[in-house]
């Protein structure tokens, strides 16, 4: 029963007992919406202005143009550029929040934040072309921040964005300029497509089509950032040993899961779980406080604080069938409304906490950056209040979790390969991808979805991949499906990994003091963390002097669903990088886009998508896609 929900056990046994008890789930509400509109699949229904809704008829044999005279093309590239823009504001809301609270610590207004990893500020400083030598460190954050800040306002069009400049090869900035795509302003970027994609503007899929890539690489931009400024803030990640799965929540503790992707909050809930322990003992709880991640949020105290992980996007609402979750908090962003609902079923507060965020059926604690510790302790006091009214007959946590290490930003990478050379860490790196040792990289990213077997794809293409010596990486939700699975460990390096990945994961682990392999897949984070992978991409580009669309590097999205995802594909393939999407995207219903996607892109910045839902299939051409690359390189 529900076999083919899932591949993670605990989220079919859920699912029986969700059905059970009369609880609707995301799957649920899936098949209530099947079938689902196939012009909306397509891509061919617009609603920019109230003369419409209108539809192009895909089989030619009805209407082809909207009343205003919009043809499918036209249609499917507004669409899809539109779902750019909102991943670019939702990622860039995130980093102009981190630079934010720079700036107001280096005016004395958030009092409760400190700087925990100062090498990476002093990394920051110098990417930016800022002097931090015998700089106070208030006017160091001030300056790092306005220099950030500037990305968000800048109006001189011929000067890129500096996140984007600093962190990119030369060659790559020079393409994305002469393409006219290397975004001034992350802002700018996302009003432009909502500009002209308004009633009556750009008709012109191509052009529209690049307004869509400037605008994802504003979005790579605000991702960058929020990523070094939050490792700075939070400290940079380095190896550690965690949990995932419905498992890691304790029946003789309070449960507060933590979901969303802000670090600003869920760093101080952490600390606050801490020091509210003997509360929580008082109120009955012999564990004290236990906080596990949902989602990217999970992803963030996983990576820097060893948090275990509950589960990814889809099977958010199934810690709550537990019974055993006291509480709730998210932040921003893949949220589930249905949350609000569920909780009012079990005795689990819904806390949300950000302004642009809140969920009707939630109790709502407005968190501020000048005030994150008080915040932070009023919603673990819900929390305990919460598990007061918790029904331990009603508790039923599956036992289910698989080992994980995480943690590996490019920092700890490039840590764990100094151990084999101090003097050139990336040499042994390179070694093995031009011996043939690692055939090349490929990055997993993005979500979940009901239209396809939860997790799935990404264990099967990860198989495959690994088998063939392709070093893997993965981020966010990704991530999520790879740590529940066990794909995490060591035992998976030697189960799964080729006999030259698996030498070269042995020795790097080995001499780097894990007393075994590195993990299968390599946890970089969240799915604003992409920046990490490509951070190692170009230290591994301008190292031997070339530009990423020439390195044997490729990304895969198997369930992507959010337009974040959509934004981040786009700026991989902006980038130079093969990306694999797993789900039909919504573009299918104009030729002339399709076309641009997969094949004239190659032609502008080497990066393309490919479409394939079928995973065996998929790895096959990532795979390919990575032997056209040796080639060219003549490796
Ligand atoms: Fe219809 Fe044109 Fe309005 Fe879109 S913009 S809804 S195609 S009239
Ligand atoms: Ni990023 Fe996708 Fe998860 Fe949300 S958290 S569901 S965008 S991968
Ligand atoms: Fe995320």
Not at 42 to 59: A, E, F, H, Q, Y
Not at 477 to 494: H, L, P, R, S, W
Not at 538 to 543: G, M, Q, R, S
Not at 606 to 616: A, C, L, S, W
């Amino acid at each position: 029963m529900n076999q083919n929900k899932s591949c993670d056990p605990c989220v079919n046994d859920m699912l029986v007992q969700a059905k059970q008890n009369h609880i609707e789930t995301a799957w649920d509400r899936y098949e209530q919406q099947l079938p689902q509109c196939g012009f909306g699949q397509l891509g061919v229904c617009c609603r920019v202005c109230w003369k419409g809704p209108c539809r192009v008829n895909p089989l030619g044999n009805g209407p082809q143009r909207g009343i205003c005279g919009a043809d499918a093309h036209t249609i499917v590239a507004r669409n899809l550029i539109r779902g750019i823009a909102s991943g670019t504001a939702a990622h860039s809301d995130h980093g102009r929040h981190m630079a934010k609270t720079l700036l107001e610590m280096s005016e004395g207004e958030a009092p409760d934040y400190a700087v925990k990893d100062q090498k990476k500020l002093a990394d920051i400083a110098a990417k930016l072309n800022i002097t931090a030598e015998g700089k106070e460190l208030k006017e160091l954050l001030r300056e790092i921040a306005l220099t950030t800040l500037a990305d968000f306002s800048r109006q001189d069009e011929s000067i890129p964005c500096t996140w984007l400049e600093k962190t990119i090869p030369e060659s790559r900035l020079k393409k994305l300029i002469q393409l006219g795509i290397a975004p001034h302003n992350i802002d700018a970027a996302v009003a432009d497509i909502m500009a002209r994609t308004h009633v009556g503007t750009d008709a012109d899929p191509v052009n529209l089509l690049l307004s869509g890539l400037r605008s994802s690489l504003a979005d790579y931009t605000g991702m960058a950032l929020a990523t070094e400024l939050s490792d700075a803030l939070f400290g940079t990640p380095e190896p550690v040993v965690t949990a995932a799965n419905l498992g890691v929540l304790k029946e003789e503790c309070i449960n507060i899961a933590v979901g969303g992707h802000n670090p600003l909050l869920s760093e101080f809930i952490c600390d606050m779980a801490l020091e509210l322990h003997d509360e929580a003992v008082q109120a009955g709880a012999a564990g004290g406080i236990n906080v596990v991640g949902v989602c990217c949020t999970g992803n963030e105290v996983l990576m820097r604080r060893g948090i275990p992980l509950a589960t990814n996007y889809l099977s958010q609402e199934l810690p709550i069938l537990t019974g055993a979750l006291d509480a709730m908090v998210v932040d921003v962003q893949c949220i589930m409304p249905s949350l609000g609902k569920l909780t009012e079923c079990f005795h689990t507060r819904l806390i949300t906490t950000m302004n642009n965020c809140k969920i009707p059926g939630a109790t709502h604690v407005e968190f501020h950056t000048q005030t994150a510790k008080e915040s932070s302790r009023e919603i673990v006091r819900l929390a305990i209040e919460a598990y007061k009214c918790r029904n331990q007959d009603k508790v039923n946590i599956p036992q289910q979790s698989s080992t994980v290490i995480g943690g590996f930003s490019a920092e700890a990478v490039v840590a764990a390969l100094s151990t084999l050379d101090a003097a050139d860490p990336l040499k042994p790196l390179l070694d093995h991808i031009v011996n043939g040792n690692i055939q090349g990289v490929a990055l997993f990213a993005g979500c979940n979805t009901p239209k396809v077997m939860q997790d799935h794809a990404y264990l099967t293409i990860a198989k495959e991949l690994a088998q063939k010596n392709v070093l893997l990486l993965a981020t966010g939700c990704g991530a999520g499906a790879f740590a529940k699975a066990g794909f995490m460990t060591m035992e998976a390096t030697d189960k799964f990994a080729g006999d030259s990945l698996k030498a070269v994961l042995r020795a790097i682990g080995e001499s780097a003091g894990l007393n075994g392999p590195l993990p299968l897949v390599l946890h970089m984070g969240s799915c604003v963390d992409n920046t990490r992978a490509v951070s190692l991409a170009v230290a591994l580009a301008n190292k031997i002097g070339v530009d990423i669309d020439q390195l044997p590097v490729v990304a895969s999205a198997p369930e992507c669903m959010s337009e974040k995802a959509v934004a981040i594909g786009t700026w991989a393939v902006a980038l130079g990088i093969p990306t694999h999407l797993g789900v039909i995207p919504q573009v299918m219903g104009s030729s002339a886009v399709v076309d641009v996607l997969t094949e004239k892109v190659k032609d502008l910045t080497g990066g393309y998508f490919m479409v394939e839902t079928d995973p065996v299939q998929a790895a096959q051409k990532l795979y390919e896609a990575i032997q056209a690359r040796r080639k060219l390189l003549g490796i």
